[in-house]
């Protein structure tokens, strides 16, 4: 639940004060009933809550995932205190009991709390306790300008609710910080991250498939160097362990009546050596069978290959598909995002959401000259064309109809009349509009009809956006 509640936006408080409220035991008050149960009494103090350090303790600890760690602390003098030993230093036995949390998600609750730290995260603010997160891309929005989060915002309306991101920086200090608000939808943002990730399906998917990345190669090396410096460190323990001996028999050999003493001396020392050439020894195996098997790079290649699977089945992303396969999504200041995929996906892809929203708005654009085109009563008006294409799939409103109308009246499509009932008169013939429609399309379409062109172009609606399609 922990592990969850973090990857889904929740910080170290946040998610202490749920457990607290859930009457969920702290680490203390389970080893006192742990304690209690086989019939011995404690007096160490029992924290009755939850706090931050525990949470980020519980979080660091690779127990769950079937680690082992010995001489985690230590003391320099007999009388001194015991001090911790770095995480490198310690005796490490992977896969030494079962696991209750998988690597997949221990992996990458490190690296978000790395990522939190370095863009100064600081959790999903206005929830409840177990609700849920209103905000799933509160982690990897920037502006694109001044490099600053962008901060979700939850607007009560006649509507119903409404969701969206702006800088953080416009939104507390002002035009004269950042000039522009660079404020995006939830919903257009959530439209625009799964079209993407639906385009560029089949270039991922050849990525996947190669799993040639430059990240591998680097984590390749990473690891072949970690094999290299484990070989040498185990050849020095045994060189110590050689020297060890033969300074035990010389020492043996000089002093008489103190046998007894020099043997428990050089045993103490001797077998904390093996120990670390044991453990040494194990991690250098674990390292050989997973270099033999699959490498951590390729298995979590493979979990971002079914996220994309799972997005294209679904047609949204929840908090943990966004962690697990955004890097970074920057807003530029007409609300475009910039997405940027993990493990280097992105530099594989050529895809742009701006260019595909140009191309979108303008198909958009011959569908309404084509519904004008198909208006056999000689005139057309606003309602009539919002109607019919709202009837296609895409939404459009009255209001958002009319720059559609001047751009036909720009064409000489369209002419205004003296008549309300009749607001635009049709000056040019069906096959005049089709040409004019033509150009707005990517490919030629013959004699399609506006549902036979929205059929063929519009694969998901978008709701009132307008971006820099010619002629708007």
């Known amino acids: 639940m922990i592990f969850d509640l973090y990857i889904s936006g929740y910080g170290y408080r946040k998610i202490a004060s749920y457990l607290t409220a859930r009457n969920i035991p702290t680490p203390s008050m389970a080893q006192r009933e742990r304690e209690l149960s086989r019939g011995r009494v404690t007096r160490k103090r029992v924290a009755p809550s939850w706090s931050d350090a525990m ?42 009991h079962p696991a209750i949390i ?67 920086t416009y939104n507390t200090k002002g035009r004269r910080y950042c000039p522009k608000a660079h404020l995006i939808e939830e919903n257009d ?16 998917c050849g990525v996947i498939a190669s799993c040639d990345l430059h990240d591998f190669e680097t984590e390749k090396r990473t690891t072949t160097e970690t094999r290299q410096k484990l070989k040498r460190e185990i050849q020095n323990r045994k060189e110590q362990i050689k020297i060890l001996l033969m300074q035990k028999v010389r020492d043996m050999a000089l002093v008489s009546g103190a046998e007894h003493l020099i043997e428990e001396t050089y045993d103490s020392i001797q077998r904390n050596l093996l120990a670390q050439l044991h ?22 290649l493979k979990n971002a290959g079914e996220v994309i699977d799972a997005i294209i089945r679904g047609g949204v992303l929840d908090r943990r598909d966004i962690e697990l396969l955004i890097e970074r999504i920057d807003v530029d200041e007409n609300g475009m995002p910039e997405i940027s995929l993990k493990y280097g996906l ?72 003296d008549n309300p009932l009749k607001p635009y ?24 009809t506006a549902k036979q062109l929205s059929e063929q172009y519009f694969h998901c609606a978008y709701e009132n956006r307008r971006y820099a399609a010619d002629g708007l």
């Open 102 to 168: 998988d690597q997949t998600s221990f992996s990458l609750v490190q690296e978000l709390k790395e990522k939190r730290n370095r863009t100064h995260y600081r959790g999903s603010r206005g929830q409840r306790p177990g609700s849920e997160i209103s905000s799933p891309f509160g982690s990897c929005l920037f502006c694109k300008d001044c490099k600053s989060r962008l901060t979700p915002i939850r607007r009560k309306t006649p509507s119903g609710e409404r969701k969206y991101y702006i800088c953080t």
């Open 55 to 96: 949470v980020k303790e519980l979080l660091d600890n690779d127990f769950y995932i079937g680690t082992l760690r010995l001489k985690k602390r230590a003391r320099t003098t007999v009388h001194g205190k015991d001090k911790r030993i770095p995480r490198e230093e310690q005796y490490i036995f992977a896969d030494h």
């Open 346 to 417: 992105s530099d594989h892809i050529t895809y742009s959401p701006a260019i595909e929203m140009n191309r979108r708005e303008n198909t958009v654009i011959a569908v309404v000259m084509v519904l004008t085109a198909e208006d056999s009563r000689g005139y057309t008006s606003a309602k009539y064309l919002s109607e019919h294409i709202t009837a296609l799939g895409v939404r459009k409103t009255k209001q958002s109809i009319l720059p559609y109308i001047r751009l036909m009246k720009n064409e000489g499509i369209l002419e205004d009349t």
């Open 189 to 204: 943002l959530m439209e625009d991250v799964v079209g993407y990730i639906k385009m560029c399906r089949n270039a991922l």
């Open 279 to 300: 453990s040494m020894e194990i991690q250098l195996k674990d390292l050989d069978r997973a270099a033999a098997e699959t490498p951590d790079g390729k298995d979590r």
């Open 425 to 448: 008169r049709i000056l040019k013939s069906k096959e005049e509009i089709a040409a004019l429609a033509g150009k707005y399309l990517p490919e030629p379409f013959g004699k399609f």
